[in-house]
């Protein structure tokens, strides 16, 4: 609310902020800056991950995603530049439970994915298919920049 973005009823209400939100909450309140890529489809994703993985190399910091209906924290990605193969160390940011790793691992709740219809070992036991970024929903991914020091 105090960015003018919210009206009062979402405080207290059941609604999310996505990650263009927290990219102005992170300038707002931290001076933080934060890059925001805007993907049209979930099927963009492999175009950015030479970007993404720079990301991780550079800056370090967890990247938020969020879009018409789901949300991830993206802590790494594997991308193989020969290949184009991309695999996404996603964790879900609903999770609520305890702080039990085995737990958060085993769920799945914290897991490497890849682009795709192709499974992780989770998801074969469970007998699931991810649906990791959907074509037909749009994405904005927040990547949190270091403070530039003089």
Request: glycine share 10%.
């Amino acid at each position: 609310m105090d960015l003018g973005d919210k009206d009062r009823t979402f405080v207290g209400s059941k609604q999310w902020i996505g990650s263009f939100e927290i990219a102005m909450l992170m300038d707002h309140y931290y001076s933080l800056a934060c890059k925001i890529i805007h993907l049209g489809s979930g099927d963009e994703f492999p175009s950015k991950a030479r970007e993404l993985a720079l990301h991780f190399q550079t800056e370090g910091s967890p990247v938020m995603i969020g879009g018409g209906v789901l949300a991830y924290t993206l802590l790494g990605i594997d991308y193989d530049e020969t290949t184009g193969d991309v695999r996404f160390l996603i964790l879900d940011p609903h999770y609520t439970g305890r702080e039990d790793i085995a737990t958060i691992i085993s769920k799945g709740w914290c897991a490497w994915k890849v682009f795709g219809s192709h499974p992780t070992e989770i998801e074969l036991k469970k007998q699931q298919k991810p649906d990791l970024f959907l074509a037909d929903a749009f994405y904005n991914v927040c990547l949190p920049q270091r403070p530039r020091m003089i």
